[in-house]
């Protein structure tokens, strides 16, 4: 599996071409929530005072997503986007803040931030969630923020994500430990939930 990262955390990172030409920042992250995969971004200018551009970015035109850029051929690949985001909304008008919750109706919280996969990847893989007190209780506020996998089915109802009841058995409580769990790796400490 390649690098997670969040959604949030991709936002003014630059889009550079092969060549080494930069062509804009990430202004916000698209996704098709159902399906569980970024569909392209929306752009903004380089500069300081720039604004957003009327172009963005689909899936298919992205070489790969990295830690430090969005790697594109060329500007070729930069589509309308409006037209891009006719169908899909931004993670940020769409998926932060709706409610999460499983499929016998237990309220798991509400979504800070999306987690999806660098690479040539772009699928959702979890969420970090402001859980609910009886979700994840704890005194501390640091234990109400918990990273949990979307498992094989996510269901988009409205402003609600529907999850499986055993993707949020365990949680993590940083994206390094949310990474090791949704990787599978032996002998990590995870937490559990009843």
């Not at 931004?90 to 998926?95: D, H, I």
């Not at 640091?142 to 999850?163: I, N, Q």
Request: hydrophobic share 45%.
């Amino acid at each position: 599996m390649n690098e997670l990262m969040t959604a949030r955390s991709l936002t003014t990172r630059p889009v550079v071409t092969l060549g080494g030409d930069a062509v804009a920042h990430v202004k916000d992250t698209v996704c098709d929530a159902a399906a569980a995969r970024i569909t392209g971004f929306t752009l903004t200018g380089r500069g300081l005072l720039s604004g957003p551009l009327k172009e963005g970015l689909p899936w298919p035109a992205v070489y790969a997503l990295g830690h430090d850029a969005v790697m594109v051929r060329g500007r070729q690949g930069l589509v309308s986007a409006a037209a891009m985001t006719a169908h899909q909304q931004t993670v940020r008008a769409r998926v932060l803040g709706a409610r999460v919750v499983t499929e016998a109706g237990t309220e798991v919280g509400t979504v800070l931030d999306v987690v999806v996969e660098g690479g040539t990847g772009g699928r959702v893989v979890g969420f970090r969630i402001a859980a609910s007190r009886g979700f994840a209780p704890g005194p501390t506020r640091h234990r109400r923020r918990v990273y949990v996998p979307r498992g094989e089915t996510l269901e988009v109802a409205g402003r609600a994500l529907v999850l499986p009841g055993e993707a949020v058995r365990h949680v993590a409580d940083d994206l390094s430990g949310f990474t090791a769990l949704v990787c599978g790796v032996p002998g990590v400490r995870r937490g559990s939930l009843p």
